[in-house]
C-alpha cells in the first residue's frame, strides 16, 4: 500500500524552462510535507517543505505547492537549470509519529 | 562540516553470511534512522533510534537488527543475508524539537553474491 506515489518516473525539461514536479499521498493524516534531491552516488538532499496549515512555501526559485483537498503537491523549479539535474523525492510525515513515508521519485534532466 | 557518514560506501557479501554497515554523525541528532532502498523504488524505513530507545517497523524482517553504542555511531547487523537483501541503505538523521527534515547519509551499496 503506497501512501505517497510519483507517477512520473521522468521528466526532460529545457533549461530556463519551468520544471513541475507532481506528488499524491492517500494519507489524510499527513501534515507536514518534504521534497528531497538526490544526485548519484549521494544521499538525498533536504530541499524544501511545506505544512498542511499552507498551500504555498517558496525559496528561491524553487516552489511547493499543496493541495490538500486533491491530496496533491507539486515542485515547481524556475528557471530550470542543468545542475537541477537530480533524482526528486516527495515525502510525507505525520509530525506526531516523525516518520517519512517516500515516493517513488522522479528523475529530472534538464538540457542546456 | 557537520554531516553524516556511512562505511564502507559499498560491501559486497556472500550469501548466508552476516554482514555489517556503519553510520556516524557529527551533528550531535538524537534521532538516527535506518533506510533500505532498493533499484527505483521509495526509500523504506526499516528501524529508528530516538536516543537509545529502539523502534522497529511492523515488516522490517527478523535478519535486520541495530545497535546504537552511543550518540554518534549507529549500526546496522544483517544476520544472514539473502539475494533479496541487495540495496542501498541509507542511514538518516534529525533532531529532536529541530524540524522534521532528516539529515542523510551518501548510503552504502550491498552486493550479495
Known amino acids: 500500500d503506497q501512501q505517497v506515489k510519483q507517477n512520473s518516473p521522468s521528466l526532460s525539461v529545457q533549461e530556463g524552462r519551468i520544471s513541475i514536479l507532481n506528488c499524491d499521498y492517500t494519507?489524510?493524516?499527513?501534515?507536514?510535507f518534504l521534497w528531497y534531491k538526490k544526485y548519484p552516488a549521494e544521499g538525498p538532499t533536504f530541499l524544501i517543505s511545506?505544512?498542511?496549515?499552507?498551500d504555498k512555501n517558496e525559496d528561491g526559485r524553487f516552489t511547493v505547492f499543496l493541495n490538500k483537498s486533491a491530496k496533491h503537491l507539486s515542485l515547481h523549479i524556475v528557471p530550470s537549470q542543468p545542475g537541477d539535474s537530480a533524482v526528486y523525492f516527495c515525502?510525507?510525515?505525520?509530525?506526531?509519529?516523525?516518520?517519512?513515508?517516500f515516493g517513488q521519485g522522479t528523475i529530472l534532466t534538464v538540457h542546456p | 562540516d557537520a554531516m553524516v557518514i556511512q562505511n564502507p560506501r559499498y560491501q559486497v557479501t556472500q550469501f548466508g553470511k552476516p554482514v555489517t554497515l556503519s553510520c556516524s554523525q557529527t551533528?550531535?541528532?538524537?534521532?538516527m534512522y535506518w533506510y533500505q532502498q532498493k533499484s527505483s523504488q521509495a526509500p523504506k524505513l526499516l528501524f529508528h533510534?530516538?536516543?537509545?530507545?529502539?523502534?522497529n517497523e511492523a515488516d522490517t524482517p527478523d535478519n535486520f537488527q541495530s545497535r546504537r553504542p552511543n550518540t554518534s555511531f549507529c549500526f546496522l547487523d544483517i544476520r544472514s543475508p539473502g539475494l533479496g537483501d541487495a540495496a542501498m541503505y541509507l542511514c538518516?538523521?534529525?533532531?529532536?524539537?529541530?524540524?522534521?527534515?532528516?539529515?542523510f547519509g551518501p548510503g552504502t551499496r550491498l552486493t550479495v553474491t
Open positions: 538518516a538523521t534529525s533532531p529532536i524539537g529541530g524540524g522534521y527534515e532528516q539529515y
Open positions: 494519507n489524510s493524516m499527513f501534515d507536514y
Open positions: 511545506i505544512s498542511s496549515i499552507k
Open positions: 515525502a510525507a510525515m505525520r509530525t506526531s509519529y516523525g516518520k517519512l513515508t
Open positions: 551533528l550531535n541528532h538524537n534521532v
Open positions: 533510534y530516538y536516543d537509545k530507545d529502539f523502534n
